[in-house]
Each structure stands twice: as C-alpha cells, then as structure tokens.
C-alpha cells in the first residue's frame, strides 16, 4: 500500500482528475487522494489530510449520517470484494448541496489481497439539478394538460350531451343534418384533445396498458365503422380479408388495439381520394398467446422517401401545406408505434410517392378462447353488415325501461345536470340532482334513514371536479361518515373530465365503484345502467 501511495504516475493522474477521488488503507486511513478533495473539504492540500482518519477529516464538511454510510460501505467491500455504487444527496456543513456518485472498490495487491479501499465521487449536481428541472417541467405540463382536458372537455360535454338529446326527437331533415355535424366536430374535437393527453401520457411514462377480453370480430368491426364514416362521399372502395382461424376471445387492452387500428384506418381514409382502401387482418400462434397483426393498403398520395424517417415523428404532419384540410395533430402515428410497442409488438410503413401506402401492425394478445371467429362472422364483416351492439355511438341502442330506478347526479355545473338528466330520460328512471358534494351527503343520509319514505337510490352518478369539496372527498366521507350499510355499498360512479387522472384504479381505490369519461359515452353510461340497476333489479325479482 506504502508503494501505491508513493507512486509518482499515480499522484500526476489524480491532480489532473476531475473526480474526487482517495484511497483508505485496513484502518480507514487516507492514503492516496486527488486535488479535488483537499478543495471539497476545504484543506490547503493534499499533505494536510494523508494518512489521517477518513472520519475526522470528513467531519469537516460532511453529515455524520454520511460518514456512518461511507464506512459501511467500506465494510461490505471489505467484506465481498465486490465493488457497489450508490447516489446520494449530500447537505454539507455550512449549507451548500450537493450530489454525488459513489463507486466504492477494492484495491487489490499483487496476490489478490484487498490491501485498501478507493472511493470515487463523481459531482453530478449539475445534472441532478437538471433532471430535477425537468421532472418539475413535466409535472408542470401534466397538470396544465390535466386543467385544459377538464376545461375543454365540459363545454364538449354539454355540446355533445344536448346534440345527442335532441337528435331522438322528430326533427325536420335540415335540422337534424346540422346536429348531426355539430355532434361531428365535437367528437373529432375530441380525438384531438385524446391524442395529446396519449403522448403526454406516454413521454411521461404513466400510458398504462390495462387488458380484458374482448371479441375479435366485434373489435375489428367497430374499428372498420368508425372509419366508413370518413370515407364519406369519396370514391373509395373499402376492401376486407380476415383469416377466420383468428381466435375469437383475446386478452388484451381492447381500447388501445382499436385505436391502433383505427389511427391506421383514418389515416388511409384521410389521404386517398379515390381507388381503394383494403384491410387485411392475420395472426400467428406464439405459444398461448396470439400476434395479431393488421396490414392497411391504399391508394393514397403516399409518402415522399426523404419524409419517411419523420412518418412516426411527433406533432408531425407530412406535406403540411398540401394537406391544410385534413383533419389531425400529427400524433397518430406516433401514439400507434409507441402503443404496439407497449404490446411487445412493431409498426413498418411502405410507400411510394403518388402511388398509395402500406402500414402493417402487429400486437400480442393472449388466446381466451381458441374457438376460431369463423367462416360465417368474417363474410358478414366482408358484406359490411355489423353487429348493432357495435354500431357508432349507439344510434341503434336499445334502451330499457326502469321505471323502478332511482339515479342522483352530482355535479356543480347546471348544463352538465341537464345533459345527465336528458341522457337518463327514456330509462323511465327517477332521478334527483344535488350541485354540491355537501348536498349529495345530505340526499343520501336521507334516503338512508329507516323512518325514510323516498326510495333508495340505485345509482350515484358524481362529478369529480367541483369546488369545496370534489367528488373524491365527497364519496370519502359518504363511505366513512354517514354511517348505514346503504352509504358503504350504493353504488358510486365517478364522472370525469379530467382524461389525465380518470383511471379506473385511481377511482376504485377512492371508493368509487367505476368511471365514465366526459363526454359522457352513452354506451358506457348504458352498460353501467344495465348493470347497477336492471340486472339488480331482476335477480330481485326472480329470487
């Protein structure tokens, strides 16, 4: 060790090193040091510190917490021979911060003994500082992001709501076709709006992929109508091969496949004129699990070779100024990489300029039933005729009648009570609107007392965001206050604007028993009805 330490190449190496680096002996002793830790704890130089105890000279500037923790890992590397590496946040005497890497190894002799220990502290206070402005950055975007979906999505809801109430009555032609496009440009409103909170969500690592079964051919079909409609007047012919030996159940997130296919979709129906648009959907067994894969063709403008290393840019939108009156934000494409990706799958793009283009995806799915989807479902999706329960904002619905249920709808914007209230009419049910948190506890404390003669509500249906107190606290103290079994168990349904945090595992951990999305979908709102009310309702009376 006396040798190391003496070694004149080895003292030129750590006065010219930017790292603090030094080496302790069997008793902790300094023996070897770079320049840099005479500066970092404030000696006039390196003589003024050799052949002391680590410990005394540290406790010049350093915490005893670190200290303790440094002879701890002096020990272990004693002890293992193997080297470790540790970050930490150092509150140096006197006030200053700062961050450093510790590598911590063995200085092994000539016969393999561990004759010392060489610490070397690497000073990424710069960086961590700037990692630290950027997590505050993006926490910042997250909650700007969070604050405009709520903002934006509440007008939308009442824009949609009230187009969707209107629309069921007897209307002469001109009037129907102009709520039809405002409820239109409301949805792809809507998607743009969807599109950015996926790539925040995705740039900030928080897109969760969230897997259940799902039909195959009901995923494929409500994909292949959502994109009929934007084909419209053009002259394109729409095209469809499916292999019928594709498992008819999968496990997997069946909202981020359709909209994988559906952004492959739109984007051939967007930028093809006239020829065709072909689909073809094929799979490969891979143990228990299924690689689906789709595969879109057109006839389109196609893509120009010097733009195809941008085609999955963000916020990127390809021959911009040609393309002024197509409809999107440039992030389609992007969002369908990194969600195949998500689902160990690929995305490939061929294309020739003027000529058409060829997107091919794939995902993997875990097989739920191997039963193939048949012969018979793939010809009717082949002859365009869908399955009704799949069928674009349920104009089809059929709505049950539940003259027997009781709703109360919480919400602190008098348009939003309105549009429930309208959505919920032709169910037949009761129901009852409160605009505060406050007001819900008191309805359903009410309804909850024995000597009570109004019914028990069946169903809450509660705003998330409302001032003073929000649905979540609302729902806390309904759980934990009141204090009847009906107050733990009626059902609560959160209604949210606010895209960025409306996960269904953040809701049901706060008491909440699911969520619907504003604009409120009338689908899910359908599904919840049917099975808060009806179904329960009906094992009632059957028993």
């Given at each position: 060790?006396?040798?190391?330490?003496?070694?004149?190449?080895?003292?030129?190496?750590?006065r010219?090193?930017?790292?603090?680096?030094?080496v302790?002996d069997?008793?902790?002793?300094?023996?070897?040091?770079?320049?840099?830790?005479?500066?970092?704890?404030?000696?006039?130089?390196?003589?003024?510190?050799?052949?002391l105890?680590?410990a005394?000279?540290?406790?010049?500037?350093?915490?005893?917490?670190?200290?303790?923790?440094?002879?701890?890992?002096?020990?272990?590397?004693?002890?293992?021979?193997l080297?470790?590496?540790?970050?930490?946040?150092v509150?140096?005497?006197?006030?200053s911060?700062?961050?450093?890497?510790?590598?911590v190894?063995?200085?092994?002799?000539?016969?393999?003994?561990?004759?010392g220990?060489?610490?070397?502290?690497y000073?990424?206070?710069?960086?961590d500082?700037?990692?630290?402005?950027a997590?505050?950055?993006?926490?910042?975007?997250s909650?700007?992001?969070?604050?405009?979906?709520h903002?934006?999505r509440?007008?939308?809801?009442?824009?949609m709501?009230?187009?969707?109430?209107?629309?069921?009555?007897?209307?002469?032609?001109?009037?129907?076709?102009?709520l039809?496009?405002?409820?239109?440009?409301?949805?792809?409103?809507?998607?743009?709006?969807?599109?950015?909170?996926?790539?925040s969500?995705?740039?900030?690592?928080?897109?969760?992929?969230?897997?259940s079964?799902?039909?195959?051919?009901e995923?494929?079909?409500?994909?292949?109508?959502?994109?009929?409609?934007?084909?419209?007047?053009?002259?394109?012919a729409?095209?469809?091969?499916?292999?019928?030996?594709?498992?008819?159940?999968?496990?997997?997130d069946?909202?981020?496949?359709?909209?994988?296919?559906?952004?492959?979709?739109?984007?051939?129906?967007k930028?093809?004129?006239e020829?065709?648009?072909?689909?073809?959907?094929?799979?490969?067994?891979e143990?228990?699990?299924?690689?689906l894969?789709?595969?879109?063709?057109?006839?389109?403008?196609?893509?120009?070779?010097?733009?195809?290393?941008k085609l999955?840019?963000?916020?990127?939108?390809?021959?911009?100024?040609?393309?002024?009156?197509?409809?999107?934000?440039?992030?389609?494409?992007?969002i369908?990489?990194?969600?195949?990706?998500?689902?160990?799958?690929?995305?490939?793009?061929?294309?020739?300029?003027g000529?058409?283009?060829?997107?091919?995806?794939?995902?993997?799915?875990?097989?739920v039933?191997?039963?193939?989807?048949?012969?018979?479902a793939?010809?009717?999706?082949?002859?365009?005729?869908?399955?009704d329960s799949c069928?674009?904002?349920?104009?089809?619905?059929?709505?049950?009648?539940?003259?027997?249920?009781?709703?109360?709808?919480?919400?602190?914007?008098?348009?939003?009570?309105?549009?429930?209230?309208?959505?919920?009419?032709?169910?037949?049910?009761?129901v009852?609107?409160?605009?505060?948190?406050?007001?819900?506890?008191?309805?359903?404390t009410?309804?909850?007392?024995?000597?009570s003669?109004?019914?028990?509500?069946?169903l809450?249906?509660m705003?998330?965001?409302?001032?003073?107190?929000?649905?979540?606290?609302?729902?806390?103290?309904?759980?934990?206050?009141?204090?009847?079994?009906?107050?733990?168990?009626?059902?609560?349904?959160?209604?949210?604007?606010?895209?960025?945090?409306?996960?269904?595992?953040?809701?049901?951990?706060k008491?909440?028993?699911?969520f619907?999305?504003?604009p409120?979908?009338?689908?899910r709102?359908?599904?919840?009805?049917?099975?808060?009310?009806?179904?329960k309702?009906?094992?009632?009376?059957?028993s």
């Open positions: 060790m006396e040798d190391l330490a003496q070694n004149f190449y080895n003292r030129v190496l750590l010219a090193c930017a790292d603090i680096i030094f302790l069997k008793d902790m002793r300094i023996v070897l040091a770079s320049d840099t830790l005479a500066h970092l704890l404030g000696a006039p130089d390196i003589g003024a510190i050799l052949h105890d680590m005394r000279v540290f406790s010049a500037r350093m915490p005893n917490e670190l200290i303790e923790e440094m002879i701890g890992w002096f020990n272990t590397v004693s002890d293992t021979a080297p470790i590496n540790i970050t930490r946040t509150f140096l005497l006197g006030g911060e700062m961050t450093f890497d510790f590598t190894s063995p200085a092994v002799g000539k016969f393999g003994v561990i004759e220990i060489v610490f070397d502290m000073d990424i206070t710069e960086l500082a700037a990692k630290r402005r997590e505050e950055a993006s926490h910042s975007k909650a700007f992001l969070a604050t405009m979906s903002e934006i509440t007008p939308l809801n009442a824009i709501g009230l187009s969707e109430i209107e629309m069921r009555k007897d209307l002469p032609t001109e009037t129907r076709d102009n039809e496009k405002i409820y239109r440009s409301g949805s792809n409103l809507l998607g743009i709006i969807n599109d950015i909170l996926d790539i969500k995705i740039e900030a690592g928080s897109m969760e992929i969230v897997p079964d799902y039909n195959t051919s995923l494929v079909s409500s994909a292949i109508q959502l994109n009929l409609v934007r084909i419209g007047s053009k002259n394109i729409f095209g469809l091969e499916m292999d019928h030996t594709i498992p008819r159940r999968l496990f997997g069946e909202l981020r496949v359709k909209q994988i296919l559906s952004n492959l979709l739109s984007n051939a129906c930028y093809t004129e020829g065709f648009v072909k689909l073809s959907v094929v799979w490969v067994k143990g228990d699990h299924a690689r894969g789709f595969r879109v063709t057109d006839s389109g403008q196609g893509i120009r070779v010097e733009d195809m290393k999955f840019d963000d916020y990127t939108q390809l021959n911009a100024r040609a393309n002024r009156n197509i409809e999107g934000t440039g992030l389609g494409l992007a369908t990489k990194r969600l195949a990706e998500l689902m160990n799958g690929t995305v490939t793009a061929e294309s020739e300029f000529k058409g283009s060829v997107f091919t995806v794939t995902v993997l799915q875990k097989i039933d191997e039963e193939p989807v048949g012969a018979c793939v010809n009717d999706l082949i002859e365009l005729r869908f399955d069928y674009e904002r349920g104009k089809n619905l059929i709505r049950s009648y539940m003259p027997y249920g009781s709703v109360l709808v919480v919400d602190d914007i008098d348009i939003n009570l309105d549009v429930v209230s309208g959505l919920l009419m032709p169910y037949g049910l009761r009852d609107c409160v605009s505060s948190g406050r007001e819900a506890i008191e309805k359903i009410e309804v909850g007392r024995k000597d003669e109004t019914p028990l509500y069946d809450v249906l705003d998330h965001m409302m001032p003073e107190m929000d649905g979540i606290e609302t729902t806390e103290r309904i759980r934990r206050d009141i204090g009847t079994d009906y107050a733990r168990i009626v059902p609560i349904i959160a209604l949210t604007a606010n895209a960025m945090t409306g996960n269904e595992e953040m809701f049901l951990s008491g909440f028993d699911g619907i999305s504003k409120i979908d009338i689908m709102l359908d599904l919840e009805l049917n099975k808060r009310i009806r179904d309702h009906k094992i009632k009376d059957d």
